[in-house]
């Protein structure tokens, strides 16, 4: 890390993803090294004890994901990091913080399928491979200040929402450094759980209020709550009662999907009078925006819609942008999986061009420049 | 007139699932009469239980409690007391659980000697999924998946946990009440990584089928005959000890646990500064 200024830093966006977590009061890291992810680790095993935190290297990407858990149902916000290829073995986990409600934050690295190389591999992954119905919190970085400054928001959304967060980070941006600002305490704004206040007794654990969270206890506080992936009623208790369970998750999902306009972070750039738009996230927005950039300088309204958040899927904004455009680009590093998405929420309103890019690098602006020319 | 130990459920759990005579049943009973021996605050304890029969009894006590997860009691734990040191931890968990798809997690935690209570309740097969061979079903056996017999070896478990460096190691069967209440006190008491198998019967599906003992009487007998304790053993020929459940305390020693060397490297941090 090279000190630029009391604020500014240039910085490996691996170490701004740990710097973040400092600076939204992770307490407890749990991980297993993988490329690209490693230097996470590294960085937040040394800096956690500085703040009164804890780290341990598990033997596997699943101990890492149940040692955070643990950690947060004992009190402290808790995060894990990895690639790719780590994540796979993470899913079973994010179910479980899923069911139990309890606040984790993941940062995903993605990375090629058995290389190590730019990709968008687990846009799909992040949000639907946990078995069961859930919502997800998936945010999106395009540069390393993003980076830092989604990890504090992640771990401010678990915490308010109790549900994982995932911090889709990419192979480019972990192992890039950039310039970055650290946010000064008194700007950040950070959140944790809301904690029982009635008396043990009165206590009805997975019982919640309009915002559809129940405050949360932790293990030695005297509330005694059982956390279970089976399906449990209010008081947590383990039930056969289907109509119970389907309540459950109609809340769990729920809490979440009723604040997407709120949760979706997202920039327009050159949106106002477009007939055009590309709709980007992760690094693929930097290239979208200048080749946006020069579009205008030929004279064709093209716009971009960044989005900092592709989890939960703000379904209004796409139409709306569909409704006002003509066409809708999305370039991804992979495939094509996340137009899909975007296809549909779009109701055919406009064309949805997928730009795929599968040769682990981003797209240049000069070749969303010609898609948005229609040379493609 | 109540059992005494009911007070240590949460309120309306019963009935459990446990099959009538199940060792499961029994070792949640030695256990709740294990802490309030002790005098333990169950405010202050956490039980961790996984997925199959034994697994199950953390969902039933009154008390912090983790249900859910096949296997990944340790990783919960670790996360646990790295949080917070004053809590004890207790999990609860079949052979299945410890000894296949957490076996990794088990030699791990013994290594860091994390302060924790290991309760392994061994019924030698997944009972739960329908008496399927475990990685502690001995040679020979037939099983729903071994119907030709057992083609594999089990595991010894003390050993294995003694080798990756568990500090207290005991085994008792379901039919030593007395033993195995001590031995779960001792291994709470104990700071470090305490584990104690307690081979249990299962009159559905291993005593059953294996043994050819349906009734939960004669499946305790079996175990009562069966055992050998460490001193008993002293004056026998290896010969005489084959098949038999080698039962008392193996390890007893006293080593720094994971928490209390991390606690020792914030000292000597704050030293430093």
């Known amino acids: 890390m090279i000190c630029l200024s009391e604020d500014f830093q240039f910085i490996l966006g691996n170490h701004a993803v740990a710097e973040g977590a400092i600076a939204a009061g992770c307490k407890f890291f749990a991980g297993y090294p993988i490329t690209p992810a490693s230097e996470i680790a590294e960085r937040i095993s040394q800096r956690l004890p500085e703040v009164s935190g804890r780290f341990v290297q598990m033997e596997d990407e699943l101990g890492s994901i149940y040692a955070i858990i643990g950690a947060s149902l004992a009190g402290a916000k808790a995060m894990t990091a990895t690639a790719s290829a780590g994540f796979n073995y993470m899913q079973e986990g994010i179910g479980y913080s899923v069911a139990t409600e309890t606040p984790i934050v993941i940062v995903d690295v993605m990375r090629l399928r058995g290389a190590e190389q730019a990709t968008h591999a687990d846009v799909m992954q992040a949000r639907w491979s946990a078995s069961g119905d859930h919502e997800m919190i998936v945010l999106a970085p395009s540069s390393v200040q993003e980076l830092y400054d989604y990890t504090i928001e992640a771990f401010n959304l678990a915490e308010r929402y109790r549900n994982p967060v995932i911090v889709l980070s990419e192979m480019t941006l972990s192992l890039m450094r950039e310039k970055i600002r650290f946010r000064r305490p008194e700007e950040l704004r950070l959140f944790s759980r809301v904690r029982p206040t009635v008396p043990p007794e009165e206590l009805v654990p997975f019982e919640a209020g309009e915002d559809g969270v129940p405050p949360m206890a932790k293990f030695g506080d005297g509330y005694r709550v059982l956390y279970t992936l089976n399906p449990h009623d209010r008081r947590g208790m383990i039930t056969g009662d289907l109509d119970v369970y389907d309540d459950l998750y109609k809340r769990i999902t729920a809490k979440i999907r009723k604040d997407v306009d709120e949760i979706v972070i997202r920039q327009e750039f050159e949106m106002e009078d477009a007939e055009i738009a590309v709709v980007a996230y992760g690094s693929e927005a930097r290239s979208a925006r200048e080749a946006v950039r020069r579009a205008r300088m030929e004279g064709v309204r093209a716009g971009l819609l960044k989005l900092g958040t592709i989890w939960p899927f703000h379904d209004e904004l796409i139409r709306s942008v569909a409704e006002q455009v003509e066409k809708i680009i999305v370039p991804e590093m992979n495939l094509g999986k996340y137009v899909g998405e975007v296809r549909r929420a779009s109701d055919c309103l406009a064309d949805v061009v997928s730009l795929p890019l599968n040769k682990g690098r981003i797209h240049t602006s000069d070749e969303i420049l010609r898609a948005i020319r229609g040379e493609a | ?273």
């Open chain 2, 1 to 273: 007139m109540e059992h005494p130990n009911i007070r240590r459920l949460k309120h309306g759990v019963l009935p459990h699932m446990f099959c009538p005579g199940c060792a499961a049943g029994q070792i949640t009973n030695y256990f709740i009469y294990a802490v309030d021996q002790l005098g333990l605050d169950w405010d202050k304890l956490v039980a961790i239980g996984g997925v199959g029969c034994m697994s199950r009894a953390p969902a039933y006590l009154n008390a912090n409690a983790i249900h859910g997860i096949h296997g990944r009691n340790l990783p919960f734990a670790t996360g646990i007391k790295l949080t917070n040191p004053e809590l004890t931890v207790v999990i609860l968990m079949g052979d299945g659980g410890t000894a296949a798809i957490g076996g990794n997690h088990l030699i791990q935690a013994a290594r860091r000697n994390l302060d924790v209570t290991v309760i392994v309740n061994n019924n030698g097969s997944y009972a739960m999924t329908g008496g399927q061979v475990s990685p502690m079903t001995p040679s020979g056996a037939t099983t729903t998946t071994t119907t030709r017999g057992n083609l594999e070896r089990p595991f010894d478990l003390c050993k294995l946990v003694e080798a990756a460096g568990g500090t207290y190691i005991s085994r008792w069967t379901s039919a030593h009440p007395v033993q195995l209440i001590n031995s779960i006190k001792k291994g709470i008491r104990h700071r470090g990584f305490s584990f104690i198998e307690v081979v249990g019967q299962c009159p559905t599906q291993y005593g059953r089928y294996v043994l050819g003992l349906r009734d939960p009487v004669s499946n305790l007998r079996w175990l009562k005959e069966n055992s050998v304790t460490v001193k008993q053993a002293e004056g026998m020929a290896p010969e005489d000890l084959e098949g038999k459940i080698l039962v008392g305390d193996f390890v007893e020693k006293e080593l720094p646990t994971l928490e209390d060397r991390y606690l020792e490297m914030e000292r000597r941090m704050r030293e430093a500064r």
